[in-house]
């Protein structure tokens, strides 16, 4: 029997097929095996087996602040940077986007999150200079923080269920203004914790999480990406490369006249097609299956096959 030689192209598939599927089974909790293998995330995958493999950090949801000494300061410091950050909130500085300007947390703002950012991968915005200097002067003391913003969770707030798409970076938050109390959460691979005025926790964002307030209290963080240590000094450097020329231009305004990354200049554009099919879905669900399938099946065959 003849077994048909595979070429680069097939090769190339199942590695994402394979890492998809890693990194679907790597938590406890999953979407649908068919969710998990057609989300946009799929096309980072092989780049986020690599960051998991060779990680130098628990291989945990939760990750112990003890590894990351250089992020005390913010704990030491959290009275302050919480007089900052509550000023902004009173004066409406944290906020959702205005417009479709905010391509990674563009769902979180239709069921009420908010945020207001300070530094985005090497990208300073002049309006957190100017309005919360002191929090910004801590941020720049510590190299590892690659993202950071004040991000509210108001009253009745929720975050549904999601997986960061880039392994690159692990996730901080500091408790600012919180209920401190158990009906304020975060939910991480099925571990919950709540938060709690003048606490940090460290996580992994690219397990399945979720979050909620269902309290009357407003809840009020500092939320930064701190970068994943990672064993060999090649994956240190593509991790920056990826951080300095991806995820930076993925930046965008906190005020009018602020710059605008290109990724978020494309998604403005592009979000008028994705509105016009989410229109032709409450109309015709079965009609918008049908054609998102036949479409993802002629890309994989057009570039496979």
């Known amino acids: 029997m003849n077994i048909p030689s595979l070429e680069i192209r097939h090769w190339v598939l199942l590695t994402f097929i394979a890492s998809a599927l890693y990194v679907h089974l790597r938590g406890r909790v999953r979407f649908r095996l068919v969710r998990a293998l057609t989300d946009f995330t799929v096309f980072l995958a092989p780049v986020n087996v690599l960051m998991y493999l060779f990680s130098r950090t628990q291989r945990s949801p939760y990750i ?8 005390a300061p913010l704990q030491q410091n959290w009275q302050t940077i919480r007089s900052e950050a509550l000023r902004l909130n009173d004066e409406g500085y944290i906020r959702a986007a205005a417009g479709y300007t905010d391509m990674g947390f563009n ?12 530094t985005w991968y090497g990208k300073d915005l002049a309006s957190a ?3 919360c200097p002191q929090t910004v002067k801590l941020l720049r003391g510590i190299p590892s923080i690659k993202a950071a913003m004040f991000a509210s969770l108001p009253p009745g707030a929720t975050l549904v269920r999601h997986r960061d798409p880039y392994a690159g970076s692990l996730r901080y ?9 158990p009906g304020c959460y975060i939910e991480v691979d099925g571990q919950r914790y709540h938060w709690h ?18 309290t009357g209290q407003p809840r009020v963080i500092l939320f ?7 064993w060999g000094s090649p994956l240190r450097w593509f991790n920056r490369f990826f951080a300095k020329h991806v995820m930076a231009a993925a930046s965008t305004q906190n005020v009018a006249g602020e710059p605008i990354g290109g990724v978020n200049k494309v998604f403005a554009q592009g979000y008028k097609l994705r509105a ?5 879905k409450r109309g015709n ?9 036949l479409m993802i099946g002629a890309l994989v065959w057009a570039i496979f096959w």
């Not at 003048?198 to 269902?214: K, L, P, R, S």
């Not at 016009?276 to 032709?280: I, L, Q, V």
């Open 285 to 293: 669900r079965t009609g918008y299956y049908v054609g998102k399938w």
């Open 173 to 181: 938050h500091l408790g600012l203004q919180t209920p401190n109390d």
């Open 64 to 71: 112990e602040l003890a590894e990351f000494p250089e992020m």
């Open 224 to 230: 930064c990406d701190v970068e994943r240590p990672l």
């Open 197 to 214: 005025d003048g606490e940090a926790v460290m996580f992994d964002e690219t397990y399945i999480h979720h979050a909620a307030n269902t």
């Open 276 to 280: 016009m099919a989410k229109e032709f």
């Open 107 to 118: 769902s979180f703002f239709r069921t009420g999150w908010k945020r207001f950012y300070l």
């Open 129 to 131: 200079e100017a309005l």
